[in-house]
């Protein structure tokens, strides 16, 4: 009796220590797993309740940041080429290229400032790309840049702790519990790189990693990225995990190779403090000495930003001359510095530091004049004297063309002025093709007529279809870009939201505050 009791007490331990933790369920409950499958299938069939949602991440603001830093700036026409960005770990199983995609996507929502060309696998398919990219009708213009990269490193269970324990009664019952956490690192290596010889431009990469802290079985991640000495963390679901934290990496990749490609102080969007961060110090640093190396680049970045902010009336040539000099001392003077006519380093960290919406532009800017001039004409509106003209068309006065012949336009206005050329093709889709992202300037001498294309790497040709095209240049007294509606500026050789030549003419008009000329020029079929 003594042995059958001691057996019927552990039996009976074992069922009450099974009823707790299986909620009393019966045995034959508990085994009836094929119930248990079809019920769930048809759950499964019904699909998910919750409707789609996007995804947020911890760079999603600074995107817009970044949009909104661009148009500060004047950033546009910016043409890149995105190939497929590898996975050299093995083990990262997502769509890296098409999150930069989405990424540029965001960041210029409102700038427009990037016209990203996907394309490719390997850097030969590029190569090829790029030799044969004018003769095809879908990539017209060579794009600039190239981005080329990939997911570097994944270094998995880097630190791991874990730590159990358990009850048993045998053979009846164990228990156990068991908590662990482990840290794994993710890294993205990007680069862009110039078409012309696929040569990296120098500094212009980004070089992230970011550490992935798992706890329990999965179901709790947290992203950590470091950037400027600044912890931004994301929260990862249990099915995401690398790949959510990689869309991550790759968004603060763009917002970095794009600042540091057309030197906006990216780092406002990031939170970063140029004050007290040394390597924003640095990078501060090495932009000045690389732009101020040749001295023309610097001079001109300065002749356009202060052309643009209302400072400054003139050429953006790289060449010093009385109207920038004075432009540059009355910027410094508005930033808090001495006025005198120097770019140095001091303000060239104050330009990147300053919040220009602050600063009030001057009555009258410092309009440029030619050695010969007494009065700076023709830059001002007040002394425009006779309407301002424009002539538009070739140099053997052709108007008919053959399918596939090259058209090389002559624009002469008949005095200095900002010349803005379009094109309407035979589908009536209007198009903006000077200024672009090989002639930024505008500006146009009277005494040298602007060429078109010249040497700028894009074509002019004849439509296959023999249909009627226009084109319409408009020439004003100042630079008027930045008072145009986004959808007559646009991108460079990329359609406009507009049904007509007449309606670019109006907006110009408004911005210009009435003074604008404009010429047309018929293409006709032979």
């Known amino acids: 009796?003594?042995?059958?009791?001691?057996?019927?007490?552990?039996?009976?331990?074992?069922?009450?220590?099974?009823?707790?933790?299986?909620?009393?369920?019966?045995?034959?409950?508990?085994?009836?797993?094929?119930?248990?499958?079809?019920?769930?299938?048809?759950?499964?069939?019904?699909?998910?309740?919750?409707?789609?949602?996007?995804?947020?991440?911890?760079?999603s603001q600074a995107l817009r940041c970044m949009d909104n830093m661009l148009i500060d700036y004047g950033v546009r026409d910016v043409s890149m080429l995105v190939e497929e960005i590898a996975d050299s770990t093995k083990k990262v199983n997502a769509g890296t290229r098409d999150m930069l995609i989405t990424a540029m996507s965001d960041m210029t929502r409102r700038s427009r400032a990037v016209r990203l060309v996907a394309f490719g696998k390997d850097a030969t398919n590029a190569i090829s790309f790029l030799a044969s990219a004018q003769?095809?009708?879908?990539?017209?213009?060579?794009?600039?840049?190239?981005?080329?990269?990939?997911?570097?490193?994944?270094?998995?269970?880097?630190?791991?702790?874990?730590?159990?324990?358990?009850?048993?009664?045998?053979?009846?019952?164990?228990?156990?519990?068991?908590?662990?956490?482990?840290?794994?690192?993710?890294?993205?290596?990007?680069?862009v790189l110039a078409t012309e010889d696929m040569s990296v431009i120098p500094g212009v990469t980004s070089r992230n990693s970011v550490v992935i802290l798992k706890t329990g079985r999965g179901a709790d991640a947290d992203a950590a990225y470091h950037k400027f000495g600044i912890s931004y963390t994301m929260n990862?679901?249990?099915?995401?995990?690398?790949?959510?934290?990689?869309?991550?990496?790759?968004?603060?990749?763009?917002?970095?190779?794009?600042?540091?490609?057309?030197?906006?102080?990216?780092?406002?969007?990031?939170?970063?403090?140029?004050?007290?961060?040394?390597?924003?110090?640095?990078?501060?640093?090495?932009?000045?000495?690389?732009?101020?190396?040749?001295?023309?680049?610097?001079?001109?970045y300065y002749q356009s930003q202060l052309r643009r902010r209302g400072f400054y009336v003139g050429p953006i040539d790289g060449e010093f001359?009385?109207?920038?000099?004075?432009?540059?001392?009355?910027?410094?003077?508005?930033?808090?510095?001495?006025?005198?006519?120097?770019?140095?380093e001091a303000l060239f960290r104050a330009y990147f530091n300053a919040d220009h919406s602050k600063i009030k532009s001057p009555a009258q800017p410092a309009a440029y004049r030619k050695p010969d001039e007494t009065t700076p004409q023709p830059y001002t509106q007040a002394v425009l004297g006779d309407a301002l003209r424009l002539t538009l068309g070739t140099s053997n006065n052709q108007t008919a063309f053959g399918k596939g012949e090259t058209i090389n336009l002559l624009v002469k206005p008949t005095r200095d002025a900002f010349v803005y050329c379009y094109l309407q093709d035979e589908n009536a889709k209007l198009t903006r093709f000077f200024p672009n992202r090989f002639a930024k300037d505008p500006?146009?001498?009277?005494?040298?007529?602007?060429?078109?294309?010249?040497?700028?790497?894009?074509q002019l040709t004849m439509n296959d279809k023999g249909a009627k095209e226009t084109i319409a240049c408009l020439a004003t007294a100042r630079d008027v870009t930045k008072d145009l509606p986004a959808n007559v500026v646009g991108t460079d050789f990329e359609p406009l939201p507009l049904s007509s030549i007449e309606q670019i003419r109006a907006a110009f008009t408004r911005a210009s505050g009435g003074s604008v000329a404009l010429e047309s020029f018929h293409v006709q079929a032979k």
């Open 1 to 59: 009796m003594n042995k059958i009791s001691t057996t019927t007490r552990r039996l009976a331990l074992a069922l009450a220590a099974a009823a707790a933790l299986g909620g009393c369920a019966s045995t034959k409950d508990a085994m009836n797993v094929k119930d248990k499958v079809v019920t769930q299938t048809q759950v499964a069939k019904v699909g998910p309740e919750s409707t789609p949602f996007r995804t947020i991440t911890g760079f």
């Open 443 to 458: 500006l146009v001498s009277a005494a040298r007529p602007l060429s078109l294309p010249g040497t700028q790497r894009f």
């Open 135 to 191: 003769r095809q009708s879908a990539y017209e213009v060579i794009p600039q840049f190239d981005i080329k990269g990939s997911v570097s490193q994944l270094d998995e269970n880097v630190i791991r702790n874990q730590k159990d324990a358990g009850f048993g009664i045998q053979p009846f019952i164990n228990l156990g519990i068991s908590r662990d956490a482990a840290s794994s690192i993710l890294g993205l290596d990007l680069s």
């Open 236 to 300: 990862l679901s249990k099915s995401e995990g690398q790949s959510q934290a990689l869309r991550g990496l790759v968004e603060l990749a763009v917002i970095e190779l794009m600042g540091k490609l057309t030197r906006t102080p990216y780092w406002k969007c990031l939170g970063g403090d140029p004050e007290t961060n040394e390597e924003i110090k640095l990078e501060l640093s090495d932009w000045f000495y690389s732009m101020a190396s040749g001295r023309g680049e610097i001079v001109a």
């Open 321 to 344: 001359n009385p109207a920038i000099d004075e432009a540059i001392g009355n910027y410094r003077a508005a930033l808090g510095l001495s006025n005198e006519a120097v770019i140095d």
